[in-house]
């Protein structure tokens, strides 16, 4: 008998036992995604969330399975989870809009608007035509208190649906606040400039104050 036949055999065993392994893994993972994809379409989201989380187990290397893991625990309102997944999604592509569009939002969700911002700067530059990256982007502008910029963000908002409530809405509050900052910044700068007395002279005449005018 050669002496190198029982090493080929047990080589070979390990490599069927491998295969087969494999391909049970992959039946499981294939049911996991499934079983996902039912509750996330019954809107079972914690549900889902469970399901892709064991999914991710076991292909730890799918960038699309780490982003649907983050939706659902977005929607669960599990905002440090969903960053988690987003952001583990994004370091294996970077060039997926999800995962930096969520990122960004759930960011704005907990407080950290500038954390926020770069990844719906990305956002915007991978999807030019969703209407939701510059909505988002202005929404964490507002919140870092960049009027300015929030104020672009909203008007680009508009450029793509310009039927956007919520960001009709929120560039009236913005150009709000960006009035009164440049008031302010007139205060402190120019109060006592001509322009910034014809401007109060003005305002006093609109009050029937004309001496004082």
Same mark, same amino acid.
């Given at each position: ?15 069927? /036992? ?9 039946? *499981? ?71 930096? /569009?969520?990122?960004? +939002?759930?960011?704005?969700? +907990? ?9 719906? +700067? ?37 450029? +793509? ?9 929120? /560039? ?7 009035? *009164? ?30 001496? *004082?005018?």
């Amino acid at each position: 008998m050669n002496p190198r036949l029982p090493i080929l055999l047990s080589f070979l065993l390990a490599m069927a /036992l491998n295969a087969f392994g494999q391909q049970e893994q992959q039946q *499981e993972f294939s049911l996991l995604l499934a079983t996902a994809k039912r509750a996330q379409s019954d809107r079972e989201f914690a549900a889902a969330a469970e399901a892709y989380k064991k999914a991710v187990q076991l292909r730890p290397d799918q960038p699309m399975v780490w982003a649907n893991l983050g939706l659902m625990q977005e929607a669960t309102g599990d905002d440090s989870g969903a960053i988690d997944s987003f952001r583990r999604a994004g370091l294996l592509d970077s060039s997926l809009y999800v995962p930096n /569009l969520f990122v960004g +939002i759930a960011y704005t969700h +907990i407080n950290r608007p500038r954390q926020a911002i770069p990844f719906l +700067i990305k956002a915007e530059s991978l999807n030019h035509t969703d209407a939701l990256a510059p909505l988002s982007l202005g929404r964490a502008y507002a919140a870092d208190r960049n009027f300015a910029a929030a104020e672009n963000a909203f008007r680009r908002t508009l450029t +793509i649906d310009n039927k956007n409530s919520s960001a009709w809405f929120a /560039l009236g509050l913005t150009a709000i606040n960006v009035v *009164e900052a440049r008031g302010w910044t007139l205060s402190d700068e120019a109060g006592d400039s001509p322009w910034a007395k014809s401007l109060f002279a003005e305002a006093l005449q609109k009050q029937s104050r004309v001496q *004082e005018a």
